[in-house]
């Protein structure tokens, strides 16, 4: 469990965040469902719990109770969006706004529908033919009335209704997502590099003594200081660039930074993954999917044939690009694949070399410097596996987004 610590820095940035925070409780305290702010439920008023998720785009149903316990998964983020970014939110309440006025409109006019259809009946029975035609008049204006407001709650649930937030959803959960495998990845490095710091202090230490027993010279010496001060200096650098990546991943969730929020380890890469990729049946899905190509597909031609022509032939190029991101998105998956089965391999020979070089050290067959070297060396192969691991399972995320229609087209 890693934590997400921040507050204090970056003043401007927290200055935006906390504006956006007060917006959206402005938002949903006309309904009275504020809490306090910066509170993660913050976000949740503006739509049922159920209907957010099953709208989140990722496809991951998560309860309420996960959302809500502070402690940031991988797969929550389509699901937080939804519940918590200003954007996202202000849309649904349009929507549910929308959805609510139609449906009030059309209990009225079911009510008034009801009440000329007992009025006409009373007609017919007095024999009032006059009355009772007029009122039937009325139940036919209602009734039509009623249908109308039918088709319009239905189309509210229709992706034509939708699909600008939905669009922006996944461009938002894709966005989130690489910053949180990002996020991930410096994690990985800080604690590649706490390991080195802490290696390549105590191989100078040794280096120092060695040179009071006149076995190292003053250039080994301070070769092993620059080492160790690199080391130093790497770390605190991460530790600047995974804030700025934390301050943007919560102001994309819809968090208020100010609040210790757990980021929680991604897990390892499902190798399985590889198996229920069709490259062919993948590409059609991405063009049906693509923004670009629908975009083009609905825009309407002048009706001449060089209008039609141009047209098909930007509806051709744009199909063309896709096609060839989605043979590069599956080519790196290849390769990030190839990469990822040496990584592991080299890993698990550095560590059996490293558990003999443990039981050498209990027996006092290895001096303080052959074990550091040692050491050095397990935990350098150790965090080329966790790359490799990280960059498999980032190819694979990037090639399923381009499926769902999310890609850049060079």
């Not at 008049?137 to 209704?161: D, F, G, T």
């Not at 597909?297 to 001449?304: K, L």
Request: aromatic share 8%; hydrophobic share 30%.
């Amino acid at each position: 469990m890693l934590e997400c610590k921040w507050a204090g820095r970056r003043g401007i940035e927290v200055r935006q965040i906390e504006e956006k925070t007060k917006k959206r409780d402005q938002i949903y305290d006309r309904d009275s469902c504020r809490t306090s702010t910066g509170s993660i439920t913050d976000g949740f008023c503006g739509v049922s719990r159920d209907r957010r998720r099953d709208r989140a785009v990722d496809g991951n149903r998560i309860s309420d109770e996960r959302l809500r316990d502070r402690s940031i998964e991988y797969e929550e983020l389509g699901s937080l969006i939804h519940a918590n970014n200003l954007s996202i939110q202000e849309m649904v309440k349009d929507t549910e706004d929308n959805r609510k006025t139609y449906t009030e409109i059309r209990e009225y006019l079911k009510s008034e529908k009801a009440s000329a259809k007992m009025n006409k009946e009373k007609a017919e029975d007095e024999g009032d033919m006059d009355s009772y035609a007029e009122y039937a008049s009325i139940e036919a204006v209602y009734q039509s009335a009623v249908k109308s407001y039918n088709q319009s709650l239905k189309k509210l649930n229709k992706y034509s209704s939708n699909k600008t937030r939905l669009s922006q959803e996944k461009q938002l959960t894709a966005s989130a997502q690489s910053l949180m495998i990002s996020w991930h990845s410096l994690e990985q490095q800080k604690e590649y590099l706490d390991t080195m710091t802490d290696l390549y202090r105590q191989l100078y230490e040794d280096t120092k003594l060695k040179q009071t027993a006149d076995m190292a010279a003053e250039q080994e010496v301070s070769e092993a200081y620059n080492s160790w001060m690199e080391m130093e200096l790497s770390r605190n650098m991460i530790e600047d660039n995974e804030a700025a990546i934390c301050q943007n991943l919560f102001l994309i969730l819809g968090l208020d930074q100010s609040e210790n929020m757990e980021l929680q380890e991604i897990s390892p890469v499902d190798v399985t993954r590889m198996d229920s990729l069709n490259l062919e049946t993948d590409t059609s899905r991405a063009i049906s999917n693509n923004a670009d190509v629908i975009s083009v597909r609905s825009d309407s031609s002048d009706g001449s044939s060089s209008g039609v022509a141009n047209k098909m032939r930007n509806l051709e190029e744009l199909e063309e690009k896709v096609k060839i991101k989605m043979e590069q998105l599956y080519a790196r998956i290849q390769q990030a694949k190839i990469s990822y089965e040496a990584a592991r391999d080299g890993y698990a020979g550095a560590k059996q070399k490293w558990d003999t070089a443990n039981q050498k050290q209990s027996l006092g067959m290895l001096s303080n410097a052959e074990y550091l070297q040692e050491k050095i060396a397990y935990v350098q192969k150790k965090n080329d596996y966790q790359a490799a691991d990280l960059a498999f399972f980032q190819a694979l995320e990037n090639y399923d987004w381009a499926v769902k229609g999310i890609v850049a087209l060079d």
